[in-house]
Every structure is written in structure tokens, then in C-alpha cells.
């Protein structure tokens, strides 16, 4: 069997990878997909340089086998999928091979569905191509009645194998060594204080925080999220930031707690996990004032109200998003969006499309699904938004 790629990570991150790895692997062969073959190493102690000097560090070998998975269904193979953003079209290639042929629909605004034989204004449409190089696009809520199956959750699955080495490759300790830099630190320090200073609601949603605050930093970081305008955009933004303090913060600090004590390890080197660096430099922003303490956050401080009828249309003039982070039952997957209109109103949508974007305010269409509550702040449950735009 092919020799895919090696590489070493750290011991103490073997077991997450395995465990991640694993369940892609049972889902994807669920649908006759070909699977991946991965041997793990004998350990050995490496030197890694970190901020505070040279450390000794147990490492562990992983090998890949086999060939990349391949989405084919009904002789065709899947090769890409295409989101709406705005104005224009983004495209996301399940190989660089593929990438010619989505560059063909970049500037198309209606997207077609060869099931509903529509062209609208799609969030996200499937690219499928057969051996003679005829082409299938088919909308993203079309393809599960389409081709029979869940093709939302597979395509979702291909694409971690598609990035599987630049995830690997994320443990590595010499670029783990590298988050401990200050540009690092400057960008973390910059995503949180955009994320948690929009609104309380931010921070008082505790499973939003955490989405958000390993998805905009360390994935983010890792899978090149940030383009270099963009990053320098980000680091000359961060004026008053100085990581030195951050070090003498954690340096003096008494953890109490299994999970305190892994952080202050994140900074000085005893433990390479960029998600406690990420928790970290928040932990610090609190105690500095950059940023609200959580604790000091209560239902009664947001004061939401529900917000028309149970099945009644709703016209929302501006909504800010707040949060938003991706939920995958086992059964489906979507985003948990949750906004504030000006008067403090909450309000949640479940949505499969990746077109909110945290910070940003909208203006939409919809309905009134429901009136939930969560940790004692009332929000109205909206679906089926149309008319929707960037404000």
C-alpha cells in the first residue's frame, strides 16, 4: 500500500488524532468509501525550541497509507462545491486538479440544480463529473433527494481527508513552536477582542465562545484562514498588545485546577497545544480589562423579549450576529446563529449555509419557528429567511 505522507507529532496529541481519525473512517465507509490505512510509530525524545529555550519532548511517528478517498455516486465523481458570498462565488476544490473546472461557473450569480431545474441565488450548490467530462450541479438542499443519500455529511467527511496532511501537520512541534511568537499571540489577541466586544451575548453563550474562539484562532491560523492582507490588516490593528505581559500574567499565576494549570503549561512550553495558547490569552484579556468577565454577565443584563407570533412573517431591518458555531448531530449538520437586533432582542437560526459571518449585521425575511429560552435568555427561533442582505 502507497505511502500517503509521514510526519511526527507530540505523544501526548496521538490519542485526539486517532480518536478524530477513526470516526471520519466509520462514517465514510458507511457509503462504500475507500478508507485509509495509519501505523503509529514507536515514541522517542525530540528537542523543540520554544519561547523560553530548548525542551525535551516525546514524539511519536504517523504514518498514512492508502489512496485519498473519492466521493462517486452513480458514475459520478464529486469534485468541488461552490458558496455564494455576497456578490461573488467561492470556490473550494476537493483537489487543485479540479480547480478549472468550478473556475467556470466563478462568475455565474444563478446557480443552477440539474434536480430542481431552477437557477436562484444558491448559498452552496455540488460539483459531480463523469468519465466522459459531463458536469451535475446540484443544489445543496436538493442532494440528499438527488442522489439518495446524505451527501452533505460525506462531502463534509472527503474534505478532512483532503486537508488530513495540513491537519497532521498542525501538531507538528516546530509549527507548534511557532504559536508562542508574538505575531501569534497579536492574532489571537485581535479575533477574541473582535468577537467578545460586540455584545455581552458573546460571551454569556459559553458553547458559542468556545466555537468561536478555536475556530477563528487556532483552525483558523492553522488552515490559512487569514490571506496576508488580511493578516496584516489584523496585526496593524493591535496597537496596544504586548505579549511580554502575557507571559508575566501566567508566570505569577496559582492554578487551582487541572485545566488552569494545562493553560499556564500552554505558555511556557510544557505542553504544545495551541487550543490552551488560545484560552490562554483570553483568560489574560479578562483579568486586564481588554475584555468582560463572563461571570459578570446575567440573563437579566440582556434583557431580550420574544418577538412576534408562532408562524407569523417577521421583517428584521437589522440584526448584528453575535455568535455562530457549526453543530453536527449525527443526523445533520448546521450553523447555531445567534443575533441582537438595536432594541437587545435575541434571536437563533439554524442554518446550513455558511453566510453569517460574526461582527457583521443583516437584514432579512422570515418566520417565527418558535420562543425557546437558553441559560435564561429569551430568543425568537426564526427560519425561512429570504430577502436577505448585508447591511
Given at each position: 500500500m502507497e505511502t500517503i505522507f509521514k510526519?511526527?507529532?507530540?505523544?501526548?496529541?496521538?490519542?485526539?488524532?486517532?480518536?478524530?481519525f477513526d470516526s471520519i473512517q466509520n462514517k465514510i465507509v458507511k457509503f462504500g468509501i475507500r478508507s485509509l490505512e495509519i501505523s503509529v510509530g514507536e515514541d522517542y525524545i525530540s528537542k523543540v525550541a520554544i519561547s523560553s529555550g530548548n525542551v525535551d519532548r516525546w514524539i511519536t511517528p504517523i504514518e498514512v497509507k492508502g489512496e485519498?478517498?473519492?466521493?462517486?455516486?452513480?458514475?459520478?465523481?464529486?469534485?468541488?462545491?461552490?458558496?455564494?458570498?455576497?456578490?461573488?462565488?467561492?470556490?473550494?476544490?476537493?483537489?487543485?486538479?479540479?480547480?478549472?473546472?468550478?473556475?467556470?461557473?466563478?462568475?455565474i450569480p444563478h446557480l443552477p440544480?440539474?434536480?430542481?431545474?431552477?437557477?436562484?441565488?444558491?448559498?452552496?450548490?455540488?460539483?459531480?463529473?463523469?468519465?466522459?467530462?459531463?458536469?451535475?450541479?446540484?443544489?445543496?438542499?436538493?442532494?440528499?433527494?438527488?442522489?439518495?443519500?446524505?451527501v452533505e455529511n460525506v462531502i463534509g467527511n472527503i474534505f478532512f481527508y483532503s486537508q488530513l496532511?495540513?491537519?497532521?501537520?498542525?501538531?507538528?512541534?516546530?509549527?507548534?513552536?511557532?504559536?508562542?511568537?508574538?505575531?501569534?499571540?497579536?492574532?489571537?489577541y485581535?479575533?477574541?477582542?473582535?468577537?467578545?466586544?460586540?455584545?455581552?451575548?458573546?460571551?454569556?453563550?459559553?458553547?458559542?465562545?468556545?466555537?468561536?474562539m478555536h475556530?477563528?484562532?487556532?483552525?483558523?491560523?492553522?488552515?490559512?484562514?487569514?490571506?496576508?492582507?488580511?493578516?496584516?490588516?489584523i496585526l496593524d490593528s493591535v496597537k496596544e498588545w504586548d505579549e511580554t505581559k502575557l507571559f508575566e500574567?501566567?508566570?505569577?499565576?496559582?492554578?487551582?485546577?487541572?485545566?488552569?494549570?494545562?493553560?499556564?503549561?500552554?505558555?511556557?512550553?510544557?505542553?504544545?497545544?495551541?487550543?490552551?495558547?488560545?484560552?490562554?490569552?483570553?483568560?489574560?484579556?479578562?483579568?486586564?480589562?481588554?475584555?468582560?468577565?463572563p461571570k459578570a454577565i446575567t440573563a437579566e443584563s440582556l434583557k431580550s423579549e420574544y418577538v412576534g407570533k408562532v408562524g407569523e412573517k417577521l421583517d428584521l431591518k437589522k440584526a448584528t450576529v453575535v455568535s455562530q458555531f457549526?453543530?453536527?448531530?449525527?443526523?445533520?449538520?448546521?450553523?447555531?446563529?445567534k443575533l441582537v437586533d438595536p432594541s437587545g432582542n435575541f434571536y437563533t437560526v439554524f442554518d446550513s449555509s455558511d453566510r453569517f459571518d460574526v461582527g457583521d449585521s443583516y437584514s432579512f425575511s422570515s418566520t417565527v419557528k418558535s420562543h425557546s429560552e437558553y441559560n435564561g435568555v429569551k430568543s425568537t427561533v426564526l427560519t425561512r429567511l429570504s430577502k436577505f442582505r448585508i447591511i
Amino acid at each position: 500500500m502507497e505511502t500517503i505522507f509521514k510526519e511526527a507529532i507530540p505523544t501526548s496529541a496521538v490519542k485526539a488524532f486517532l480518536k478524530k481519525f477513526d470516526s471520519i473512517q466509520n462514517k465514510i465507509v458507511k457509503f462504500g468509501i475507500r478508507s485509509l490505512e495509519i501505523s503509529v510509530g514507536e515514541d522517542y525524545i525530540s528537542k523543540v525550541a520554544i519561547s523560553s529555550g530548548n525542551v525535551d519532548r516525546w514524539i511519536t511517528p504517523i504514518e498514512v497509507k492508502g489512496e485519498m478517498p473519492v466521493l462517486c455516486v452513480d458514475g459520478y465523481t464529486y469534485v468541488g462545491t461552490i458558496k455564494r458570498a455576497g456578490e461573488n462565488n467561492l470556490i473550494f476544490p476537493i483537489k487543485p486538479e479540479y480547480e478549472n473546472i468550478l473556475m467556470g461557473y466563478n462568475n455565474i450569480p444563478h446557480l443552477p440544480c440539474h434536480h430542481c431545474n431552477t437557477k436562484r441565488k444558491r448559498s452552496k450548490v455540488h460539483v459531480f463529473v463523469n468519465t466522459q467530462g459531463e458536469e451535475k450541479i446540484i443544489a445543496s438542499s436538493c442532494s440528499k433527494e438527488y442522489w439518495g443519500i446524505d451527501v452533505e455529511n460525506v462531502i463534509g467527511n472527503i474534505f478532512f481527508y483532503s486537508q488530513l496532511e495540513q491537519y497532521i501537520r498542525s501538531y507538528i512541534p516546530q509549527q507548534s513552536a511557532e504559536f508562542h511568537s508574538n505575531v501569534y499571540s497579536k492574532i489571537v489577541y485581535a479575533v477574541i477582542k473582535k468577537d467578545n466586544c460586540l455584545h455581552p451575548a458573546s460571551q454569556y453563550d459559553s458553547t458559542a465562545l468556545k466555537s468561536n474562539m478555536h475556530y477563528d484562532t487556532y483552525r483558523g491560523i492553522t488552515t490559512d484562514k487569514f490571506d496576508k492582507d488580511q493578516l496584516k490588516k489584523i496585526l496593524d490593528s493591535v496597537k496596544e498588545w504586548d505579549e511580554t505581559k502575557l507571559f508575566e500574567y501566567w508566570k505569577c499565576f496559582d492554578a487551582k485546577t487541572s485545566f488552569e494549570n494545562n493553560v499556564r503549561s500552554a505558555i511556557f512550553g510544557e505542553s504544545l497545544n495551541a487550543s490552551f495558547f488560545v484560552w490562554a490569552v483570553y483568560l489574560y484579556m479578562i483579568a486586564a480589562g481588554d475584555i468582560a468577565d463572563p461571570k459578570a454577565i446575567t440573563a437579566e443584563s440582556l434583557k431580550s423579549e420574544y418577538v412576534g407570533k408562532v408562524g407569523e412573517k417577521l421583517d428584521l431591518k437589522k440584526a448584528t450576529v453575535v455568535s455562530q458555531f457549526w453543530k453536527d448531530t449525527g443526523y445533520s449538520a448546521f450553523y447555531v446563529v445567534k443575533l441582537v437586533d438595536p432594541s437587545g432582542n435575541f434571536y437563533t437560526v439554524f442554518d446550513s449555509s455558511d453566510r453569517f459571518d460574526v461582527g457583521d449585521s443583516y437584514s432579512f425575511s422570515s418566520t417565527v419557528k418558535s420562543h425557546s429560552e437558553y441559560n435564561g435568555v429569551k430568543s425568537t427561533v426564526l427560519t425561512r429567511l429570504s430577502k436577505f442582505r448585508i447591511i
